[in-house]
Nanobody
């Protein structure tokens, strides 16, 4: 079982910023796509942003211009920089990685980190 470790969530005021991090084990050599999803209270989980191993990025319309996803392949880490946060950004944010582990390709999830935007 591959464990993705997330950090960086918390409570922030509207207009503030947060940077989320997600790290896969150093023993993983092939990570294809890394992505961030979020699940607002009583809603479905939704894609926020994703980044390929080559650095190609895609963003949900609701974060375009406010968030930047990046990755450090040497550290097996993905980041989500979130700016101009709004109360509607409040959600549990989950990291996802599509990678090779034990000679098999599969998708793995982090445990989630709470982001609360409130004054």
């Amino acid at each position: 079982q591959v464990q993705l470790v997330e950090s960086g969530g918390g409570l922030v005021r509207p207009g503030g910023s947060l940077r989320l991090s997600c790290t896969a084990p150093r023993s993983i050599f092939s990570i294809y796509t890394m992505a961030w999803y979020r699940q607002p209270p009583e809603k479905e989980r939704e894609l926020v942003a994703k980044i390929s191993v080559f650095g190609t990025t895609n963003y949900a319309d609701f974060v375009k211009g406010r968030c930047t996803i990046s990755r450090d392949n040497t550290e097996n880490t993905a980041y989500l920089q979130m700016n101009s946060l709004k109360p509607e950004d409040t959600a549990v944010y989950y990291c996802n990685a599509y990678l090779i582990a034990s000679d098999a390709r599969d998708s793995y999830w982090g445990q989630g980190t709470q982001v609360t935007v409130s004054s």
